[in-house]
């Protein structure tokens, strides 16, 4: 079993009394904005960090120049990720001159790598807070040293952490949640530093899970999202992920996702998983990220283009309708025009309803860093260019497919891309777009698709009869 050992309870009893130490001080910050970078991991990771601080006693702030406390919840998986959060640090220096009692905290996987936290301790002084990825659940102890007249905290572990039960939260949305199951990743991508920033795998009891579902459908949620980095290697892999979504579907959780998963890890049981479960979506990322066996072997992926192929087959045959989508890399360290275009061959033979696309990124640590990289930026670019090309051909040809069809739609709230109008998705997790007002938030709603575009449908609520 890939698990770790839990921290205590007398750990976490600690740190709730740091919360209510921190919320009995008098220059306590009142407001918090926390800015959250990266996957849908650190989206979770971000409200559990805004649990704790309200139970500090402070309030969200939705203007970050408003705010009395800032954080930044970083990633670090491509680089132009962490160029972006230190650029946001750089501005918070001017920001903190206006405003000298505003705190500023940093924390996540960019924080986590190797000889950052000091780099920025240096480069940085006015930070307040630095911690790490195994650390959170310390935060509120991190705030009160400094809020009673210590030195700015930097702490960070370099360990492979351990499961954290109990923290307090702050959920982004009332009807739909993210479940983190497990941490971390055993795979050691050669482009990847995941498992040098979040640790060896280590999964969480399924009692406690479940008992985490069951809460959040007492609450009103619709749907629930289980999340890791290698989310179908839960407790070693095989069976075990499978029997979990058993045990979800049967609780009568309305709609059941997960992400991300890893080829080399998608066992028979959760193929056929697809074809027994009412309540779990047709839907699966399925992360290829290229089309070649040579680069796959020097990425490291563990599998074959025709044994990724063949899962897809067999997930087509046990669910049609089920949408694929991926994550793609162009241009690995050695990488020809040719393996390029078996990567290319290999989309127009999947048909991704979506993938997520990019220029390979070196990350210092990796073994990928080090390898001789000849074929130019330029090259690179114009080859991305041609990829996202095609799967954008193909992703309209996919939701085109949708048009005269009638769905179910979880309603998120308003659209983002059509003023008036509300969004909400699919089983198969495409976006609609379609007029309604805001007290359909949360509910599910039957939609006639009435016409596509480049990544989103159009329909019309069918009213209920």
Known sequence: MSERPIVSQEEMQRQREYMRQVRGLSGRPGSYHIVSMGCQMNARDSESIAGMLEEMGMVREEVRERADLILYNTCCVRENAENKALGNVIWLKELKRDKPDLM?????????????????????????????????????????????????????????????????????????????????????????????????????????????????????????????????????????????????????????????????????ELIAAYGDLEHLMPALHLPVQAGNDEILQRMNRRYTRERYLDLVRRLRAVRPDIGLTSDIIVGFPGETRNQFEDTLSLVREVRFDAAYTFVYSPRKGTRAAELPDPVSAQEKSAWIQELIALQQSISLEALSAQVGRRETVLVEGASTRDSGSLGGRTPRGHMVNFPGGAELTGRFVEVEITSAGKNTLRGRRIEEE
Not at 164 to 173: I, Q, T
């Open 104 to 268: 500023i905290c940093v924390g996540g996987c960019m924080t986590q790598e190797k000889g950052m936290a000091a780099t920025m301790k240096a480069r940085y002084p006015f930070i307040d807070v630095i911690y790490g990825t195994h650390n959170l659940y310390r935060l509120p102890e991190y705030i009160y040293r400094r809020l009673s007249g210590g030195e700015p905290v930097v702490e960070v572990f370099d360990m492979d952490g351990e499961v954290v039960e109990g923290l307090p939260e702050r959920r982004a949305s009332r009807h739909s949640a993210f479940v983190n199951i497990m941490y971390g990743c055993n795979n050691f991508c050669s482009y990847c530093i995941v498992p040098y920033v979040r640790g060896r795998e280590r999964s969480r009891d399924p009692e406690e899970i479940l008992a985490e579902a069951a809460r959040l459908l007492d609450g009103g949620v619709q749907e629930i999202t289980l999340l890791g980095q290698n989310v179908n290697s839960y407790r070693g892999g095989g069976a075990e992920f499978a029997n979990l979504l058993r045990r979800l579907d049967a609780m009568g959780v309305p709609r059941i996702r997960f992400m991300t998963s890893h080829p080399k890890d998608l066992s028979d």
